[in-house]
T-cell receptor
Framework: DGGITQSPKYLFRKEGQNVTLSCEQNLNHDAMYWYRQDPGQGLRLIYYSQIVNDFQKGDIAEGYSVSREKKESFPLTVTSAQKNPTAFYLC???????????FGPGTRLTVL | KQEVTQIPAALSVPEGENLVLNCSFTDSAIYNLQWFRQDPGKGLTSLLLIQSSQREQTSGRLNASLDKSSGRSTLYIAASQPGDSATYLCAVRTLSGGSYIPTFGRGTSLIVHP
């Protein structure tokens, strides 16, 4: 069963802690994306990767970091430098053949 | 910088109505436009993708049109059903810094009541 998995579904963080959100895909897609969604808002692009070992900043990269060591995996770290990290985080990949983006189920991060 | 606007922000209709959701964008030099559906607390599900060279795409009761020159797309839902209740988002891919980057609208929240 092909798709995108994100874990955990819910994550709680204390102020000053770094946390890492997992994103794994078995769709054999080269391109992967991380978005942030706040209530009543559209999705805002944090980072994207077109190919393994390469990634680019999106519109709101400050306070976040990523890695792309394997095609299947694109983890996102929310650092203590991110001042307002409470949000819903969505990972996506894009099929090169159809240009369609596919999304994971999301991780809801709450800072306590 | 590309900006995407979706109107209306919310819509409530009785079951069976045909309805139109609107998406407008400021930079007409897009690569493609994609419509998504999002249920509360869930990820996005792709509905339709229109390449910049295309005028429309259809899937079942859904029809999406694209007028690139005027910076507009519409999603037409025929014979709406309560199961269509969700938030509908559009996203355009535009060239930025050497890559085609997606920009999303804020979505239209649709309620179809029996």
């Amino acid at each position: 069963d092909g798709g995108i998995t994100q874990s955990p579904k819910y994550l709680f963080r204390k102020e000053g802690q770094n946390v890492t959100l997992s994103c794994e895909q078995n769709l054999n897609h080269d391109a992967m994306y991380w978005y942030r969604q706040d209530p009543g808002q559209g999705l805002r692009l944090i980072y994207y990767s077109q190919i393994v070992n390469d990634f680019q900043k999106g519109d709101i990269a400050e306070g976040y970091s990523v890695s792309r060591e394997k095609k299947e995996s694109f983890p996102l770290t929310v650092t203590s430098a991110q001042k307002n990290p409470t949000a819903f985080y969505l990972c996506a990949s894009r099929a090169a053949s159809t240009d369609t983006q596919y999304f994971g189920p999301g991780t809801r991060l709450t800072v306590l | 910088k590309q900006e995407v606007t979706q109107i209306p922000a919310a819509l409530s209709v009785p079951e069976g109505e045909n309805l139109v959701l609107n998406c407008s964008f400021t930079d007409s030099a897009i690569y493609n436009l994609q419509w998504f559906r999002q249920d509360p607390g869930k990820g996005l599900t792709s509905l339709l993708l229109i390449q910049s060279s295309q005028r429309e795409q259809t899937s079942g009761r859904l029809n999406a049109s694209l007028d690139k020159s005027s910076g507009r797309s519409t999603l037409y839902i025929a014979a709406s059903q309560p199961g269509d209740s969700a938030t509908y988002l559009c996203a355009v891919r535009t060239l930025s810094g050497g890559s085609y980057i997606p920009t999303f609208g804020r979505g239209t929240s649709l309620i179809v009541h029996p």
